[in-house]
């Protein structure tokens, strides 16, 4: 069965800081994706991994996929208050499986 | 890019009746959908994957019975809630993938139901 698990679920943090969402996964999927929602609206797409050593990079956030580690990470670089929101990973083998999510909430 | 339309966007109803959620990609032909709930302040949680012309696939646990699937055409699939009940009170979010197992997946804006 697939897992995927997310760390942390909850996240605090100031602005102008730089902080790691870590995604583990349980199979050999080499597809990945971020996505961030904001409370009460539904899903928007950050990234799209397909690929062992993939990173993409969009604003402060970067994103990037290990598939022999089976982690993906998204990296938040000088932290803005609109980035709060919460974020998933998902890993799709043919159906998507998605984290937890992580609640980040950054402090003006 | 492409566009998954998803309503009703959010619906009230009574004990015992049934609802229908209709999800339909706008642009591009949807091989595969899947629909999702989600409760408040938790994860997505996969119920079904629904392929064009055949029987959705359930997730364990979920009731085909209650939760019925319809993918009729490669641009709708509905999701119909049969005697609803308060505890089937969820955010509702459906997702069309437009092809391939490496095409990327779109999501309807989701249908918030309450059952009173």
């Known amino acids: 069965e697939l897992k995927v698990e997310q760390n942390p679920l909850f996240l605090s943090m100031q602005e102008g800081k730089n902080y790691t969402i870590y995604c583990n996964y349980s199979?050999?999927?080499?597809?990945l994706y971020w996505y961030r929602q904001d409370p009460g609206k539904s899903l928007e797409s950050l990234f799209v991994?397909?690929?062992?050593?993939a990173v993409k990079q969009e604003g402060r956030l970067m994103a990037s996929l290990d598939t022999k580690a089976r982690l993906s990470t998204l990296h938040i670089t000088a932290a803005v208050h609109d980035l709060s929101a919460t974020y998933f990973c998902?890993?799709?083998?043919?159906?998507?499986?998605f984290g937890k999510g992580t609640r980040l909430h950054i402090l003006p | 890019g492409a566009v998954v339309s998803q309503h009703p966007s959010r619906v009230i109803c009574k004990s015992g009746t049934s609802v229908k959620i209709e999800c339909r990609s706008l642009?591009?032909?949807?091989?595969?959908m899947f629909w999702y709930r989600q409760f408040p302040k938790q994860s997505l949680m996969l119920m079904a994957t629904?392929?064009?012309?055949?029987?959705?696939?359930?997730e364990q646990g979920v009731e085909k019975d209650k939760f019925l699937i319809n993918h009729a055409s490669l641009t709708l699939s509905t999701l119909t809630v049969t005697s609803a009940h308060p505890e089937d009170s969820s955010f509702y979010i459906c997702?069309?993938?437009?092809?391939?197992?490496?095409?990327?997946?779109?999501f309807g804006s989701g249908t918030q139901l309450s059952v009173l």
């Open positions: 642009d591009f032909q949807a091989t595969t």
């Open positions: 199979t050999t999927s080499d597809r």
């Open positions: 629904s392929n064009e012309g055949s029987k959705a696939t359930y």
């Open positions: 998902a890993v799709d083998e043919d159906k998507i499986i």
């Open positions: 997702s069309a993938r437009k092809g391939g197992a490496y095409e990327k997946l779109f």
């Open positions: 991994l397909l690929s062992n050593g």
